[in-house]
């Protein structure tokens, strides 16, 4: 008995079904927050904290300078839906699917400037300024902050 031979049915990805083939939603796996841009040592001093927490980091690109937080939304369903998807924030609906995750991963095309880590933005702002090393001792004596070592 001969079996029936299935052929796979191109269909052409549009602005309009692109989503409905997306299972992975990255775009719902992170968030972005707009910075003021960094220009001093204690801008960077404060950006330094930031990426030190756990799945955050930094970027600048033709828009400005923000920060990455890498952990995905409550509302994201193992199958890549929305759980609220009638009552998705407004951010949500209108997010673009113009060149997304979908297309391919971000690249370092995508970044003026890209710190995936404490290490990375430390490495910049040493070389950014001469006397970063030397920042901290100019600070107050007075501060009554964290003294843990
Ligand atoms: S915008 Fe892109 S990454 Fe997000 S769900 Fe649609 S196709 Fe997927
Ligand atoms: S609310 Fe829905 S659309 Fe918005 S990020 Fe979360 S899962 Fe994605």
Redesign the pocket.
Known sequence: MSKAITTPIKVAITPENKCGFCTN?T??TYLTQHLDTPRSMEDFDTLLWQVSHQNTQAYKDEDGWFLLVNNR????LQDGR????ED??QI?REHSNDGCEFDGPASAEDFDLFFPSYASLLKYCRKKFKNWDRRLKKAAPKSTGCKRD
């Open positions: 939603s775009c719902c939304c409550g509302h994201l929305c759980g609220i998807y998705r924030p949500c």
